[in-house]
């Protein structure tokens, strides 16, 4: 069974830092496209970042030179770095992988930018 764990949420006052890890443990024969979405109170949820297996990234226009999302093979974790984090992100932020033949999600970590 595979499971995705994310840790490193939390608070933070605005222009501060976060970084979240998301590790995918279990049977892993392969891992494709890695990414974060996010969920804020009433809106639904959107993608933030994706990494693909070469390593090529996607960013939505809100977090672009701000955010940076990385992946570690080895470690079949993906990383993303939150520079100058806003009001506007707080959410809860998902891990997303693509999995063997399935997409898996993990459960969610809260980031709360607030002063």
């Known amino acids: 069974q595979v499971q995705l764990v994310e840790s490193g949420g939390g608070l933070v006052q605005p222009g501060g830092s976060l970084r979240l890890s998301c590790e995918a443990s279990g049977s892993i024969f392969s891992i494709g496209d890695m990414g974060w979405y996010r969920q804020a109170p009433g809106k639904q949820r959107e993608l933030v970042a994706r990494?693909?297996?070469?390593?090529?990234?996607t960013y939505i226009d809100s977090t672009k030179g701000r955010f940076t999302i990385s992946r570690d093979a080895a470690k079949n974790t993906v990383y993303l770095q939150m520079n100058s984090l806003e009001p506007e992100d707080t959410a809860v932020y998902y891990c997303?992988?693509?999995?063997?033949?399935?997409?898996?999600w993990g459960q969610g970590t809260q980031v709360t930018v607030s002063s």
């Open positions: 997303n992988a693509r999995i063997n033949v399935r997409t898996y």
């Open positions: 990494i693909s297996r070469d390593g090529s990234t």
